[in-house]
């Protein structure tokens, strides 16, 4: 295996030792050295402070009571259900669960040698939020991922926070019955040391860590006879969803970026809130990208913008990390440490169509179902007013040639793409008309192609009327532009057995009130709009004033305490008073993994004790060490320390601190040379 500086920067190399993802990785670094370097979303050199500036995670809005207390359920599985009650996924568990018994967390080690018997358990939740209304809840899909170490009763919380954005990193001890947890912040600039994309992170297929593999699956089995009766009861995809999840959490940095950064002005962000509506109101299905609003105040000024300010690019960081086999033989390879430094996710390098896009698509998951619904409620009723524009469309159309119960009715003219056209599939019974499917209607000018389904069937005098809403949101049917599909009739000789038939569809243009809404809160200069992050709370309550609905009842949760750190000093002199300002960001509290070797008086004592495994893990930054994990410090956290990856290995303070490591071992230890994989552990019952 190659060292870390030659596998970093030597060009001379064999292409059949190197997979696509080792060779990607050179690629980008090269490309960073010769200065042609994309802005970062996320890195890990600016993780921002532990406890956020305001808000706080999706975790401490459900479970925090105030004062700093909170009830969270137990046991983990009381704790699951109570989540899976929030969560409505369409009929299928909202809250996907896999094990990871022998992971790569820092809380690897805490069960052994039990691994099986307490295997780590990771949840993500995947659905809409149950509530409805006034009530709505918040988003929790791919915001709240959860792991939970049952020997330790430890939870790790990884959680979106609105108000700024970003996920936060907590930790809660003394979880378990008659216990009252304690929660505090994670040390975020460790965490961003695996988490560089400062999100959840996940490992690549086929998951081989997970209970997706049938030999774990197994052992989880054996090792719990009194839990599983078979593999049926382990074995899941839901390793792939929580995959899945995991990349879409990934985006929301991307899509807050832009929103924040691409549109500076508040005619962007309206333009941009705009398209969002559209596509929300129509199931998910289309917006108006052709408006000249889109166009002109979203498109154009974050074309502008981007050009401007990131001529070479967005990175987005990367969140999953290279797959690993806990049973594997051989040695582990450098890319399946979490702290080798990953090449980014995508880079984009300008603004396109679909980059445009998908940024609407992304920020539209802030909002719920409920409170769509409840926007499209409320335009269907003012609509009622004689004054609401209403557009007719209108087609012939005539019946395939079938003798048998259902008949298929085409309407309009295929050959001219923005003429009205449909198409039906007609059931009768004993020579009447039972029922109407529409498997296809497209309106003029219109790209959306749509299967509605029929709310309510209205028989007239000579034909039929059809009330029509959304196939799965029970939304009503809409165009890309916004505007409500509010009747569908077909008129011929009843029962529309034969003859001349004709559709006609009128569509209420509705979609202004929405727009004059937009235009309200531009004009009042409304706080949805400003510079802060995409916060649904505020959108959907400022845009429901401005529509004259009733403000949403929402309860406050109560604001997290902000955590207190104790200052804990080692007093290091001489030398050795070095692996302060490298070490202390992650080895300077009690913790067993990563091991505090940097805590109190007896930090000397500690030192001595890791001193073997300090010095390999810092020689491996030497191009001349073959090493089989990362070096530390972590090459995603130099940037932070004021260093760089080239410049750190040819540092005064690299030389000293490897010298002063090297006469402490010698002394003391004489392990010299001796492989890393047998040196003694750093602390008790920490594995490095």
């Not at 001489?574 to 960001?585: F, I, K, N, Q, W």
């Not at 030192?607 to 089989?628: N, Y």
Request: glycine share 6%.
């Amino acid at each position: 295996m190659m060292g870390w500086r030659r596998f970093r920067f030597r060009l001379s190399f064999s292409m059949s030792n190197y997979s696509r993802f080792t060779l990607l990785l050179l690629l980008a670094m090269i490309l960073d050295y010769a200065g042609a370097a994309p802005r970062w979303v996320e890195h890990a050199s600016i993780p921002g402070p532990d406890t956020p500036e305001t808000g706080q995670s999706r975790f401490d809005d459900l479970f925090l009571l105030g004062s700093g207390r909170y009830q969270i359920p137990y046991p983990f599985s009381n704790l699951v259900e109570s989540l899976e009650s929030r969560i409505d996924n369409a009929g299928k568990p909202g809250v996907r669960l896999t094990f990871i018994p022998m992971g790569r967390s820092l809380q690897r080690d805490a069960p052994a040698p039990d691994y099986f018997k307490f295997s780590r358990a990771v949840i993500a939740l995947e659905g809409e939020p149950v509530t409805a209304g006034n009530a709505a809840g918040e988003v929790l899909e791919y915001r709240l991922f959860i792991a939970h170490q049952p020997k330790t009763e430890t939870l790790e919380i990884i959680s979106y926070n609105d108000a700024v954005g970003r996920f936060e990193f907590q930790v809660i001890e003394k979880y378990g019955p008659n216990l009252s947890p304690q929660v505090r912040r994670a040390n975020r600039i460790m965490c961003l040391s695996c988490h560089q994309n400062a999100a959840p992170i996940f490992a690549m297929r086929p998951w081989s860590e997970t209970s997706f593999n049938v030999e774990i699956a197994n052992k989880l089995v054996s090792a719990q006879p009194q839990k599983y009766d078979s593999l049926i009861d382990v074995v899941s995809a839901d390793a792939g969803v929580i995959d899945l999840l995991t990349e879409r959490a990934n985006y929301l940095a991307a899509a807050q970026f832009i929103w924040q950064r691409g549109c500076q002005t508040r005619r962007c962000r309206v333009a941009l809130l705009r398209a969002i509506l559209q596509y929300r109101l129509s199931g998910e299905s289309s917006f108006d990208s052709n408006h000249p609003d889109y166009r002109q105040d979203y498109f154009n000024e974050l074309t502008r913008n981007w050009e401007t300010r990131w001529p070479e690019g967005l990175a987005l960081a990367n969140s999953r990390v290279a797959d690993r086999d806990p049973f594997a033989t051989g040695p582990a390879s450098l890319e399946q440490d979490p702290l080798f430094l990953r090449p980014a996710h995508a880079t984009w390098y300008r603004v396109d169509p679909i980059l445009a896009r998908g940024i609407v698509y992304r920020l539209s998951g802030y909002l719920t179902l409920a409170d769509v619904q409840r926007i499209d409620r409320h335009m269907i009723e003012l609509s009622d007013d004689p004054s609401t524009p209403i557009q007719k469309f209108r087609a012939s159309c005539r019946f395939e040639d079938q003798a048998n119960q259902t008949r298929i009715l085409n309407c309009g003219n295929a050959t001219t793409p923005e003429s009205l056209q449909a198409r039906f599939s007609i059931e009768y019974q004993q020579g009447n008309l039972d029922s109407i499917r529409i498997m296809k209607l497209q309106i003029p000018l219109d790209a959306n192609l749509m299967q509605p389904k029929i709310r309510q069937l209205s028989r007239l005098q000579r034909g039929v009327k059809a009330e029509l809403e959304h196939e799965t949101t029970n939304l009503a049917q809409r165009l890309a532009n916004g505007d409500r599909i509010k009747s569908l009739v077909l008129l011929g000789n009843d029962p529309l057995l034969s003859g001349k038939i004709s559709l006609e569809v009128e569509v209420a243009e509705e979609f202004r009130l929405v727009d004059q809404a937009l235009s309200s809160l531009l004009e009042k200069n409304q706080q949805a709009l400003g510079d802060s992050a995409f916060r649904r709370k505020t959108i959907v309550r400022e845009l429901a004033l401005a529509l004259g609905m009733k403000p949403m009842d929402w309860r406050e949760p109560p604001v997290a305490v902000s955590d207190i750190k104790e200052t804990l000093s080692s007093n290091l002199g001489g030398e050795l008073a070095l692996l302060e300002p490298y070490c202390s960001h992650c080895h300077a509290d009690t913790s067993v993994n990563p091991p505090g070797f940097l805590t109190g008086n007896e930090a000397g004592a500690k030192i001595l004790q890791c001193a073997p495994r300090m010095l390999a893990r810092l020689k491996a930054w030497q191009a001349e060490t073959d090493f089989p994990a990362s070096p530390m410090p972590p090459p995603a956290f130099l940037e932070f320390v004021g260093t760089t990856i080239e410049a750190w290995p040819k540092s005064a303070h690299y030389r000293r601190l490897v010298a002063s490591l090297e006469n402490m071992v010698r002394k003391n230890h004489q392990l010299l040379g001796t492989d890393y994989q047998h040196l003694p552990p750093c602390l008790a019952r920490a594995n490095e």
